[in-house]
């Protein structure tokens, strides 16, 4: 997104918006599992939505590094609301890697002028971590094509107006396709939202696929291509919740450390304590190495060698750290940790889902490997 | 219509302010600085005025050293027009009067049917620039507005102020100076994309020599600055409800002399 100081007044524009407009409502999404409309509508007026668009279709064309700092500068804040525009730069991410000219005009257009959302259907019932596994069916009918099937835990779910989907169009990896679904089409549906430990207030849903027929436009990269989009799509997604990981670490270090100072026991501040201040060291270094490792990653990615192995270790490391911190965080807080008043507990419960979603970290672990290795035949 | 906004730019309103090593001006390491709130008001009213016409230029001027640049920025990417910089080493500790001349050759130059700018900055809060730029222009000035309705053909503007219980309207012809209260509207934020077109937009700079005013020096000198004493500690009166209020009462008849 240009020079720093761009970003630096972008960011400040976002802190003071989220500070004033979205700050106080937290708890109340937190415990209602409600993302209200205004909350969409200002982050959709700030431009959120049109990070990744190009600048020739109106968009802010930001790199995957200006990306991954807003998303973190979201997350410092509350993890839903950073989540709602990362899965939403993850579903467009195949139009960038492989939208036509007309496609990317007829779904950026929309973005840009209308705040249209987009949501990533993906996982399955009996495909997750075994993405390939997926059983979806998309099926040619004359010049449309007719999708069934049924998609689980998908973000912005209900609230998306179109839906990035794959199913299959053959046997095995190389018979997967990608598509968009606009979310009124007939025959689709959403199930409920789900009650979820935390990331409440971002919306997960099933996706049913019920004969929905859209026009054959709609598929993105070549047939038998999904596979491959969705690794790509996986590589410059990863350092995103990386980011989403850094932040909400971050968010929890900045209220333990005020926490400390202002906390007196033993006639001092517990910030005083070695214990404390030991405590409070690890986790600022790890905050900062997890960093690191992101915009290295994100860095790659736009130097235009994206590494599958890179981005996997940011979300694997941010992730854990992530967990560490905001655990420890709450341990700070003592008692006062454990309850709602403080936002540290809902950090915490936030972060567990970026050890899980776009990959668990095994399959991190899966993904570096293979990358030192080569695949293995277990 | 040409609409041009005097903005200042200001510690952060969370600034803990410290009296520096020079004992006439606060410590400046670590201060965020933001467009005054009350110049936003004014900035927000200039675009909406330009909204609602359809056509029409807003300028943002700010005097002050290179950092003001990232003040003009914020301006520029609410949604402003254009920029102009007055970076002037002798309007480093002037006084109001010295930065009023300065503004008004400003506006001598651009030459717009309407000027805006905060009630006051909120940093020295001296509420004088408007007033003062107004007089040197010899323009009317209406002061701490909280609305505005510019005349469809451009002549003249009916602004409203509030005062103890009642808004007072008035009539003034353009071109005139307006100074905005809290309350006048609701400021944008710059949006990414405002941030991102801002950088094209032109910032022009003008130095000592370009506007022709002569600046002999304040003629407001500032002596120093005094660290106020710490205020005392509050007191926390302990026992039951009842004899907390009695003694409560006690100490603020008796001692604070307050009731
Ligand atoms: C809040 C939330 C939001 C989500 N949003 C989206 C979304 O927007 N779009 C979307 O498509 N999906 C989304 N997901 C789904 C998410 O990506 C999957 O949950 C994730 O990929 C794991 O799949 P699974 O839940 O089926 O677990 P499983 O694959 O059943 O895994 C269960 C456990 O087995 C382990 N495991 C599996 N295979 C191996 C192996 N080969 N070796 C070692 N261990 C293994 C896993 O690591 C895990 O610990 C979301 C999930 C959540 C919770
Ligand atoms: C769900 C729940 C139920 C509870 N039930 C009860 C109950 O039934 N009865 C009751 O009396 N209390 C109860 N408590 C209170 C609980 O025992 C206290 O929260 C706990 O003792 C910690 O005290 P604190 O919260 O004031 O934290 P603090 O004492 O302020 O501690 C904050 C942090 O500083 C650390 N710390 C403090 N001093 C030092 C030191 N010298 N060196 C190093 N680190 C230090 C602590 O380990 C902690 O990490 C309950 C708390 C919870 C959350």
Known sequence: MGKPSDLALALESLRRALREQVVPLLPHMDETQEFPDSVRGLLTELGLLTLVVPEAHGGLGSSLTDLCRVIE?????????????????????PLLLAGSPEQRRAFFGPVVEQGRLFAFALTEPHAGSDAAAIAARAEPAGDDCVLSGRKRFVTNGGIADYYLAFARTGPGRKGLTAFVVPARSPGLSVGKRENKMGLRASPTTDLFLEGVRIPAAHRIGAEGQGFALLT?????SRPTIAAQAVGLAQGALDTAVRYAMEREQFGQPIGSFQGIRFMLAEMATAVEAARALLYRAAACHD???????????????????AMRVTTDAVQILGGYGYLKDYPVERFMRDAKVTQIFEGTNQIMRLVIAKDLLGRSRE | MKVLVLVKQVPDTATQVKVGSDPRAIATTGITWIVSPYDEFA?????????????GEVVAVSGGPERVKEALRSCLAMGADRAVHVLDPALEGADTLTTARVLAAVIQQEAPQLVLTGRQAIDDDTGAVGAQVAELLGWPCLSWIMEEAIAEDGATVRAGRQVEGALELFDLPLPCVLTAQKGLNEPRYPTLKGIMGAKKKEIKELGPGDLGVNVDGPQLELVRLEALPPRPPGRIIPGEPKEAVRELVRVLREEAKAI
């Open chain 2, 43 to 55: 900035v927000e009213e200039a675009l909406r005025i330009r909204e609602k016409r359809g056509t």
């Open chain 1, 303 to 321: 130097e235009g060698v994206p590494s599958p192995a890179l981005s996997a270790m940011a979300k694997l490391f941010a992730s854990d750290t």
């Open chain 1, 232 to 236: 790509a799509t996986l590589t410059a």
């Open chain 1, 73 to 93: 500068e979201l997350a410092r804040w509350d993890a839903s609301i950073a989540v709602f525009v990362q899965a939403h730069a993850t579903a467009l991410r």
